[in-house]
């Protein structure tokens, strides 16, 4: 096996399922482990890769093992490993909130090479965002491999682990805020008389194509506002409103907050 994954749940099976539609793995090369039946079975049906409930044939088995389980299980996984795992593995981790030296200290003795990534879940539709460090034993080939891999949903970017916190907040923990902004925007339209799946596709639509405009001009957010904004208009009203009930502050704290809790964790 090339690619192990130990944890099969929605962040797996985004990544399982992008690597294998890329054609960078076939399904036959990747074996994932779950104590829970369902997952495994369901990442089987979806992507027909091999499965097992014992996350040391994961390890016995593969070159490159994706930790994709949630960070307050993390610890008990490494522990179970760390006796099996042999020099020239890769470890790749998804854990929110665990560090490479939190990482390495519980591989113990065992000269782990290891990679840590920050996802979000739009990675589930092909559209993730994702950052990636590593440890010192990791070489830039193998970095290279494990960003090409990422690559397949969605984009990636090397990211120095100081600044992990401030992913998770304004990309890890951000999709939140995009959903609910959709949905205040569409819980207005449906007050307003439209439809309300109606309301979801034109409100969704608008944040999807905005977002594609700032990445695919160059051009700064607050221009592309500004070319919107017509004099005595009604966008530049919407903007006063905004402006008043203190949409860009509220913002700044909710991004804020998020990375600080990321960082107390």
Not at 101 to 121: A, C, G, Q
Not at 132 to 159: K, Y
Request: one cysteine or more; glycine letters at 8%; a negative charge.
């Amino acid at each position: 096996m090339k690619l192990g994954f130990i944890g099969c749940g929605n962040m797996a099976g985004a990544i399982i399922r992008g690597i294998i539609a890329s054609g960078a793995v076939s399904p036959e090369e990747i074996i994932g482990a779950d104590l829970s039946a369902a997952a495994r079975e369901k990442i089987k049906a979806e992507s027909g890769i091999a499965v097992t409930d014992d996350n040391n044939e994961v390890v016995k088995s593969a070159q490159t093992i994706f930790l994709t389980v949630k960070p307050q299980y993390l610890e008990d996984v490494i522990f179970g490993i760390r006796e099996t795992a042999t020099p020239g593995q890769l470890f790749v981790s998804i854990a929110a909130g665990r560090s490479v030296s939190w990482i390495e200290e519980r591989f113990r003795d065992y000269p782990v090479r290891l990679v840590r990534l920050m996802p979000n879940t739009p990675a589930l539709v092909g559209a993730g965002m994702t950052a990636a460090c590593s440890n010192s034993r990791v070489t830039e080939q193998e970095m290279d491999e494990v960003c090409r891999l990422c690559s397949a949903f969605g984009e990636v970017e090397q990211v120095g682990e100081n600044l992990f916190d401030v992913v998770t907040a304004v990309s890890g923990s951000s999709p939140a805020y995009v959903f609910m902004f959709i949905e205040a925007m569409a819980d207005a339209a449906v007050q307003g008389g439209m439809p309300r799946a109606m309301a979801y596709k034109f409100a969704s639509q608008a944040v999807l194509g905005s977002a594609k405009m700032v990445l695919e001009t160059g051009k700064h957010p607050g221009e592309l506002k500004d070319m919107v904004t017509s004099p005595a208009g009604t966008t530049i009203e919407a903007v006063r409103v905004l402006e008043e009930k203190g949409f860009r502050s509220a913002v700044f704290e909710c991004v804020k907050a998020c990375a600080e809790k990321s960082a107390s964790l």
